[in-house]
């Protein structure tokens, strides 16, 4: 068996309400002034209310910062930090979606050690230390809370990313209650979001894909393709609600160690250049990914198929239920209402090669596909989503 190292939060929270007690859940952990990295979005909905509350009432000094947007930028990355350091933050509490979070990272690692972020970009290059952090997601789909990541825009739409161990939380709080208000077209792109993790994650060529991450990517599945449906068309229902937060967890554990890959490569500058909400950009990408990948991944994709639709037949063989788990995916986001080509969210056919060109400046992620991707197969794929 090949040598792999797994690295994960030491402490992981999982209970409806836990948010309304944060207080008590984090202990000492962030001492005694704190910094709330959030949105403004989740901060005029009150539902950072009763976390903020629980804080205060233990006592400590809470300092909100809420101007993180979607694909948050340098600039509010670096505001974050200031703010943080005008209140003598002790520590960092990231509550949001995935923007949220990795606002939140960063903040917790600049301000715990004035490390210079141009140096901490790439893997493995950001040493700490940071401030303690604890982070409590809102939406089920990115995983953030478990991964060692934060992904950052920069100079207009290029995206960079952080990754080391030093950015995973030293408490990450799942509380399904907080995503029970979610609309509908996010909890189906999160969820799709969640999806994509776990299935780069199984087939990632990545060194250190281990069976720990192909383990916690396959029951993922299992819990994302049983709920999806039932959290975007009946979302005040609390079991598939936790069962969707648990899965997009468990995915995240398995992409943290066992890296994403194409699909996330691909989805980058339909984000970056077009604002299209990250897991939507997955969707619209993902059939076609696989579909390139299918040559090279087919056995992979065939046993996970029936984690994600326990109804495709079990008696197919492997290239053929490899084509019908691809269909069932390609099929998921029109039943959910999402939008299914580039077109429908304002990308022209005009638009394809410079997204290609921007695709391939993703060489960390490429590189973990289960088959090679040059700049022709990256437009030829959007050319097949559009």
Request: proline residues 6%; charged residues 15%.
């Amino acid at each position: 068996m090949s040598p792999f190292a797994f690295n994960t939060p030491p402490s992981i929270v999982f209970e409806a309400g836990a948010s309304r007690r944060l207080d008590s859940v984090v202990g000492r952990t962030l001492g005694s002034s704190v910094l709330f990295v959030t949105d403004g979005g989740l901060r005029g909905l009150g539902l950072c209310e009763d976390a903020l509350g629980s804080l205060r009432q233990g006592g400590r000094r809470v300092t909100v910062f809420d101007a993180v947007e979607a694909d948050p930028s340098r600039a509010t990355l670096m505001n974050a930090v200031e703010a943080g350091r005008r209140a003598g933050a002790s520590g960092i509490v990231g509550f949001g979606g995935g923007s949220s979070l990795d606002v939140a990272k960063l903040t917790a690692l600049l301000l715990g050690s004035a490390e210079d972020l141009d140096a901490a970009w790439g893997v493995g290059n950001a040493r700490g230390p940071r401030l303690p952090l604890v982070l409590v997601p809102t939406t089920a789909g990115t995983g953030s809370e478990v991964t060692p990541v934060s992904i950052i825009t920069v100079e207009a739409s290029e995206k960079r990313g952080v990754s080391s161990p030093i950015l995973l939380p030293d408490i990450a709080v799942l509380d399904a209650e907080l995503t029970l208000g979610l609309p509908a077209p996010i909890t189906a792109a999160t969820g799709v979001d969640a999806m994509v993790h776990a299935i780069e994650a199984y087939t990632s060529r990545s060194a250190n894909n281990n069976p720990l991450s192909q383990m916690l990517a396959r029951r993922a599945l299992q819990l994302l393709g049983a709920n999806i449906e039932t959290a975007v068309f009946d979302g005040r229902n609390i079991e598939a609600r936790a069962a969707m937060l648990l899965g997009s967890m468990l995915a995240g554990q398995a992409f943290a160690n066992s890296p994403v890959a194409a699909v996330h490569a691909l989805a980058y500058p339909i984000g970056g250049l077009f604002h299209v909400p990250h897991g939507l950009s997955n969707a619209l990408v993902l059939p076609h990914v696989l579909r390139f990948n299918a040559p090279a991944a087919f056995t992979q994709y065939a046993e996970i198929a029936r984690d994600a639709f326990p109804d495709l037949d079990a008696g197919f063989g492997a290239q053929r239920l490899c084509s019908a788990f691809i269909e069932a995916l390609a099929e998921l986001p029109a039943r959910l209402g999402m939008p299914t080509r580039l077109r429908d969210v304002g990308i022209g056919e005009a638009d394809l090669s410079r997204m290609a060109s921007d695709a391939m400046k993703q060489q960390r992620l490429m590189a973990n596909n289960p088959r090679p991707v040059a700049e022709a197969d990256a437009l030829a794929i959007y050319g097949a989503a559009w």
